[in-house]
């Protein structure tokens, strides 16, 4: 089996570790880590302090050729990043002047730059900066001794940018790194257990060189076929489960719930598609904005109405062929609820009781992807 | 300065690390932990791997008296969270009778108990088990040489109910935690270097005994004050800070921006609140729908409209006496957006032009606060 480098996750922050923020950056560099053909082996939230964080960097270096940081390049006092990795590595920060007039540059529109932010100009000889195009805060790139170490903002979207701009190619051409063959079967309606049980041994007897792995979301339980080596195996996989699990599977890898069940309202006639929802906060809304724009259904929005309002008071978008309407129930003692939903207009589906599982925005979204689902079932 | 307990909290699971889910676990539990009084001083996410979690265990053990862990206690194969932490403590599994009887009785309801669920009726002598009112995986209370951990289940709604029925009550009693004093400072409008600019000495010589951190949120950015031994100090200084920021704070600790604006359009005599938004994929609407309702204002809910809909084309809601409207145009190239925000009927609010920075759903929430903020200030 081809070798995967191990990669590590460090995102600083004090914020992470008394749960003012959620990591959603740790999140979205395992998965691009992940589809470049990494094998990311941790990940960490470190608080803004530099004894620790030069320890976490000597360790991880120690142990992965790769080690990819966010956070804690500000320009305040508690932006301990560069001096960490700086001692990690027995390095001097200097001062860059080709940063220094970057950044100078860059606050000219605002007004003169607070001299906090020049600490954003410190690097180490090993560093070669990597542009932000969208902060003041640049990256570092540090290839030393065979290994990788790379500093990004944590602000989400700055750290993205760089990442798509620049990051990811640079690690393909370092690393030499091919992506995984990947295969996900996509299920909805069908909770972790059941479905382990149905699929016997295509979960736990996967051929040499195939790893599978299930998982919960919410827009249902996922089951993921990884290989480097033999990818007519994760295939056949995939296809057996998919045939064993019938209408309860939808569809594979990049199988989107709203967007079939977009196109199966398109294949019945609909033109105009509308929504009413209480008691979701949008959720569907939310969803079908994000849904592709591929099925050439017109979404002309939703009304959303408090919890407790009974949608089938509300008045149809009189523009609407089809109007899919949702109510979410309180949850019960168990932490389940039950969600009514029907269509009304051209085509229409009869109103269906279902139940869904779980707490927060995840109820809400579930909720959702529920309504979703009866349309994709109902009008297949 | 009194002790805080070190915490850590340990994230199992293989889809944590491929990206396929955001650990919301780990940021809850961290906020929960703070709140009762220890300090957390690290979070990692690990893949189900045996001889991996073996050594997490062992390692957070060896420098931390609270480790708690969520994840891996699923009937599946590659569940083992149970399996190493009895690898790194050298005791032995073994079927507790009492908990293979609450299972089978749990499952009795819906047909058999498929056998993988027996692997959730194991534990090891030191463990006490934790009960799951509503999933089958129960939890693990081990205390031992002095240390205690915490094995929870990964599905955040089972965790979080047991986290509040059992484990935070049992954790106070056991390490005579008391909850540290804290001030947060709630701004909205101002960037965070601007803000540390502004806040000077407030930020950077905070008095013995006090810590400080800033951090931005969809919400603004907050300033907080944390102390054990000086409470007063830290009330002096989030004061100072609020009147020093003037109407850029909307106020401290628990002060909702929602709650701040619906007060303010309800002390202006508005009844009925309703929203129209477009190009926020409902964010508005979800936000409202959070709000505490205290105000007396009743909402009536709002439209969503299609990204690129004119707003000020839809009708309002027949029964509203305000109508706040939103609309968010598509990001420019530097990862700002334009959001135009108004207010129709009594009171009302002529149209403002805001920039909301970042991307995805932060770009859409903040768009979504703008308005309330643009609330806040103009009914003040």
Redesign the interface.
């Known amino acids: 089996m081809t070798h995967f480098p191990a990669a590590e996750i460090l995102s600083v ?12 950056n ?9 589809r470049l053909g990494f094998e ?9 302090d530099l004894a ?1 964080l030069r320890d976490a960097f000597a360790e991880a270096r120690s142990r992965s050729p790769l080690v990819v940081a966010t956070g804690g390049l ?5 932006d301990v990043s560069r001096e960490a990795l700086a001692e990690a590595l027995g390095e001097q920060l200097t001062r860059d002047p080709a940063l220094e007039a970057a950044l100078r540059e860059r606050f000219r529109a605002y007004g003169n730059m ?1 001299e ?2 020049l600490k954003q100009a410190m690097r180490i000889p090993s560093a070669q900066p990597i542009p932000n ?4 805060a640049p990256g570092w790139w540090v290839d030393l001794d065979g290994r990788v170490t790379v500093l990004l903002p944590g ?4 750290m ?2 760089m990442w798509s701009e620049e990051v990811a190619a640079r690690l393909t051409a370092r690393f030499g790194v091919q992506p995984p063959h990947v295969r996900v079967v996509k299920t909805f309606g069908v909770g ?3 479905l ?2 149905r699929l016997g041994s295509l ?2 007897e996967p051929p040499h060189g195939v790893r599978v ?5 919410d827009d249902g339980v ?1 089951v ?1 076929y990884t290989t480097r080596t033999d990818a007519a195996a994760a295939d056949r996989l995939a296809a057996a489960a998919c045939e064993l699990l019938e209408s309860d599977a939808y569809g594979t890898d990049g199988a989107d719930l709203a967007d079939i069940a977009l196109h199966a309202l398109a294949r019945r006639g609909a033109r105009r598609l509308a929504t009413v929802e ?1 008691g979701t ?3 569907l ?2 969803l079908l ?2 849904a592709p724009q591929e099925s050439g259904l017109m ?9 407790g ?1 009974d949608a089938s008071t509300a008045p149809a978008a009189p523009a609407a062929d089809a109007t899919l309407c949702v109510d979410l129930d309180a949850p019960d ?3 389940r609820s039950r969600v009514h939903v029907w269509l009304d207009g051209r085509p229409s589906v009869q109103a269906r009781w279902v139940r869904v ?4 925005p ?2 809400l979204r579930r909720a959702a992807y529920a309504a979703l689902d009866i349309v994709r079932r109902e009008l297949r």
Chains 1, 2 share one sequence.
């Not at 602000?155 to 700055?158: A, K």
């Not at 979404?299 to 919890?307: E, I, K």
């Not at 599982?357 to 927060?360: C, K, N, P």
């Open positions: 922050g004090s914020e992470l570790l008394t749960g003012e923020t959620v990591d959603t740790a999140a979205f560099l395992a998965g691009e880590l992940t990311v082996t941790g990940v960490r939230q470190l608080p803004d620790t500000g320009p305040t006092h508690d607070p906090a932010n195009p969208i902060g003041s602000v989400p979207s700055e993205r940018r972790e257990s059941a382990a049980e979960l736990t792995g299930i998982y919960a979301r996922n993921r209480s906060a949008g959720a809304a939310a904005s994000d979404l002309l929005g939703g009304l959303v109405l408090p919890a309002t003692g168990h932490g599982h779980g707490s927060g995840q109820r």
